[in-house]
């Protein structure tokens, strides 16, 4: 099938969703589907050519001048006519759309094909002020009129099917052949990592500080988050980390760190690509949620859902200290999260589903 995966997201630096996006257009090519990726980002100085070779990017040159939130909002409007037409001229059999917020333009694009959204968040519950008024306003047209939705998690696909009753989970996954799992290493002080962005209320990074000051045999390493200035000595903040960078200091971690304060933005689920990076270098992992692909893996230290984890102290402790310096059972962990695994089943679903409502509408 000819499918345009459409988003909008920042092309200007490599980060997790964008290596989700480019993965999943790969597995699709080799399952035999023609692929058409259209990313809408604000003008970047320059552009990985892995996104170049899997479809355009769509910046107006108008918004140079403008920054934060407005400059975004208003390049997804300008851009808009321009993806319209490259997705007329490709005349895809469907359009793949990752969620994003709702802009004028947009509804104009996805007419022109039955469309398929993937939802990985609840929006509503981490979007603020204005934005979160606007995806109140419009999530019902966008969503109600989908050929189906596709969720990271089951969390999230029961709050959408009063929307739309085709929609389904699938988990997020990664491209694991483009990651080596590394040689577990041999620290004198296990290492811990957390990898995430700044400003994230759920992440956790508080509970972190917490975690660091009651286990200072430890080091931990945070990627992504601004420095504290009140952080205590083993921590090491690394700030924003080239995919080089990232992959080195997993290099030299015995463990992962996930998401610790999910139940600030009331949600139970989640399915982060982060963990699932973890994983793919072969790293025991600590999660404070509920993650259904990960259940039962005895890799993965799931800790409750809740603000105060200082009880769980020792629990952590002696997780780190039973995997420090061995490997995960990479057959029981990649099936889980494999990229080509999960994007199959998925592709399969969807062309079944597209052809159910061919017939029905024939």
């Not at 035999?32 to 170049?52: F, M």
Request: net charge positive.
């Amino acid at each position: 099938m000819r499918v345009v995966y459409l988003s909008e997201y920042s092309a200007c630096q490599m980060s997790g969703v964008i290596k989700k996006i480019l993965g999943q257009t790969r597995v699709w090519r080799r399952l035999g589907h023609e692929v058409r990726l259209a990313l809408v980002s604000s003008p970047c100085k320059s552009i990985d050519p892995a996104i170049g070779e899997a479809g355009r990017v769509f910046s107006s040159t108008f918004v140079s001048s403008l920054t934060g939130p407005p400059k975004t909002y208003i390049n997804k409007i300008l851009s808009s006519e321009a993806v319209r037409r490259f997705v007329v001229q490709f005349k895809p059999d469907y359009i793949y759309y990752r969620d994003g917020l709702w802009y004028p333009g947009l509804e104009r694009i996805l007419s022109l094909a039955p469309y398929i959204i993937e939802v990985n968040t609840v929006p509503e519950l981490e979007l603020t002020g204005p934005r979160r008024w606007l995806h109140r306003m419009t999530k019902r047209r966008l969503y109600s009129h989908a050929a189906g939705i596709v969720a990271v998690t089951n969390e999230i696909a029961s709050s959408l099917r009063h929307y739309n009753k085709q929609a389904f989970f699938f988990p997020n996954g990664i491209d694991t052949e483009q990651l080596r799992p590394r040689l577990p290493p041999s620290n004198t002080r296990p290492a811990l990592i957390f990898a995430g962005t700044p400003g994230q209320r759920w992440h956790g990074v508080d509970k972190l500080l917490i975690m660091a000051r009651k286990l200072p045999e430890f080091v931990f390493h945070v990627v992504g988050p601004s420095k504290v200035a009140d952080a205590p000595p083993n921590i090491r903040f690394h700030g924003y980390a080239s995919p080089e960078k990232l992959s080195e200091l997993y290099n030299i971690a015995d463990v992962g760190i996930g998401t610790l304060a999910l139940h600030r933005i009331g949600m139970r689920e989640a399915a982060p690509l982060k963990v699932r990076e973890y994983l793919a270098y072969g790293l025991p992992t600590i999660i404070a949620y509920d993650d259904p692909a990960l259940r039962g893996l005895d890799c993965v230290l799931q800790l409750p859902n809740e603000e105060d984890l200082t009880p769980y102290t020792g629990a952590i402790r002696e997780f780190v200290y039973s995997w420090a310096g061995k490997p995960i059972s990479r057959r029981e962990v990649l099936p889980r999260i494999d990229l080509a695994v999960i994007e199959e089943e998925k592709i399969a679903r969807i062309t079944q589903l597209l052809r159910g409502q061919e017939k029905q509408n024939a």
